[in-house]
């Protein structure tokens, strides 16, 4: 681009960002993202600074603040990791939020239908039905995916699957599953006392989190771990080419409907179990607005986190934060709505950071 | 509900689908996937709402809520267009975003009433039985979106300004060959089409239900997307498809008395759309589609000069 006084142009960088520069770049994005929000915040009048750190020290710096943001960890980072998985491989799952539900949805079946299983059978139980029900619900995403005619009808199509699951879980509720005792709330009754999942004594951090983080190092062993920049792991490198040039990867005969088969698996099981962890560890009900955009959060966390676990870690742990803190957001008088901002913009934010990691800009102003 | 009844709010329910819709297909015919219209809907409604109850002046606020969709579509333009980023991300992005956005708008306004748009009967049309009542006797933006489509359809299909477009959606490079420059006009499709929906937004809040409730869309964005693609980005289709989902809307009320689970006839138009979706997406044959009425084939896929 030429302009009267200065000259910009974006060239390509020659090599991958280092790791630092990567990190800086993100870390920069965030900020940025933090920033947009504050001005919107500000025009509202309401001062950002003050409620950011309000937020930061609830969420980090009292026990109970603590305790909920790695209570809301556990879903996020869960669902997360799923996602980070067909993103590798150009898959723009979407559903997260409705693949959660269906899970939730498992969970409860299971446990009203066997409470007098012993727990250590039951629970397990649970997490395998959550986990085949939400892979069940993204697998017709990932069929059309690769059979659909018209680009981007699967990501439309992913995205409405929520819908359903929501209105199946309202049907269920105010029907088979009512509450007897429910005072017309619209919930389920409380889980058999076999199904519920262990809590930390005085706080809602379930042991999900165990199987959360043991899942996360498994996705790391097998499909992201690499030696000099290139996959160790047979599907890990496949999963790499078909996200990054699906035409070299059908010329090596790799089967796109195999990777997208897996992958979406992968992303639509692990966000059935956050919901399993949420319903029967946390909430221990099932309701209709068990999720609140947990789905999309997940989204948000997969790509600040670059799509790598370790950085999916530390980005739920953000979020979560954010989910925590987001009390003092309704304090400041503000609708609870507004932490999509915080989702949206940085996310925003991210994207352009993606961008920076791959071309830099160069200028120089003109006589 | 008489029969008057029941068309007129098809009508009405249709509209808000097809104005959108209309939008977004403008916008795909470009090559740019926007799946920021659930945001864009629900912040334009917000703000067409708000700025309607302070100025007093329903036309403003419409106008209002056509900026609000215009500004956030070009944040999309921005990342997709000139930074070429994944245009699925961005879109979902822009509909986070813009659900954020609503609840900061209308934050002062919820319960608050505003005078809706007053129907306008059309001399002579709304006298014919059933159908003026049902067609004629709307208000100004219903006029407006029986008047878009044709103009849609015309310009897209019939003038050089609708080859170009045309041209950059399926082949941005033959068409910068040409001298084309297909980054202004991507710019100008993706933002014309963000402020379409803004008006089918504002259509929601000023005409539609004159009131504002956070998360009152509902969803019905992703509606316009499916049936985007579910109309094959044809503007007379669209129009058909819009009224046929009108009406899947309206007869969820009337089945409500039937018997069946409430939760089950709000499934009708999302089973509905994914049904229609997955039957075009594997049954078309996208070849002959092509030929008749082309596709955007370079949809969601960036362009790089040279």
Known sequence: MKLRFIEIKMKKRGEKPTFMLSVIIRLLSLAMG??????????????????????FRVAFFTQYGLAETLSRMIPLLCIGIGLSVPFRAKIDNIGAEGQFLVGAIAAAGVAFSFPDLPAVL?????????????????????????????????????FLMVFPAYLLIVYLVNGPWKDPEGWGFTQ?????????????????????????????????????????????????????????????????GINFLKI???TMIISGGMAGLAGVGEVAGNLLRLRPEISTGLGFTGIVVAWLGGLNPLGIILSSLFFAGLLAGG???????????????????????VLLAEFFMRFKIEWRILK | MSIVLIGSSIVTAATFFLIPTLGEILTERSGILNLGVEGMVISSAAAAFAVTYLTGNAMIGVLAGMAVGGILALIHAILSITFNRNQVVSGISLTVFGTGLSGLLGRDFVGRTIAALQPIPILGLSDIPFFGPVFFNKDILVYASFILVPVLWFILFRTRIGIVIRTVGENPAAAYTQGINVILVRYLCVILGGMLCGLGGAYMTVAW???????????????VIALTVVALWHPITAFLGAYLFGMFHVLQFSFQLSGIPVAFINMLPYLSTIAFLLAWGILLNKQKVKRIIGAPSALCVPFEKG
Request: charged residues 10%.
């Open chain 1, 122 to 158: 039951l629970i397990p139980l649970m997490f395998a039905a959550g986990f085949a029900l939400g892979a069940l619900w993204a697998i017709p995403v990932a069929i059309f995916r690769v059979m659909g005619k018209f680009k981007g009808a699967d990501v439309v199509l992913s």
């Open chain 1, 327 to 349: 009390v003092e957001i309704q304090m400041a008088g503000l609708p609870v709505t507004v932490i999509d901002l915080f989702n949206g913009s940085i996310l925003f934010f």
């Open chain 2, 209 to 223: 239900m004159p009131a504002w409730t956070e998360g009152m869309t509902g969803g019905r964005g992703w509606i």
């Open chain 1, 34 to 55: 933090l920033g947009v929000v504050a001005a919107l915040f500000l025009l509202q009048g309401v001062n950002p600074l003050l409620l950011y750190f309000n937020i």
């Open chain 1, 188 to 252: 389920s009754p409380l889980f058999p006392v076999n199904s519920q999942i262990w809590q930390l004594p005085g706080t809602r951090i379930h042991l999900t989190i165990l199987l959360v983080l043991a899942l996360t190092f498994l996705i790391h062993y097998y499909l992201v771990r690499t030696k000099e920049g290139i996959p160790e792991t047979k599907l890990g490198y496949e999963i790499n080419v078909v996200g990054e040039n699906p035409e070299a990867g059908a010329a090596a």
């Open chain 1, 260 to 262: 997208a088969l897996i």
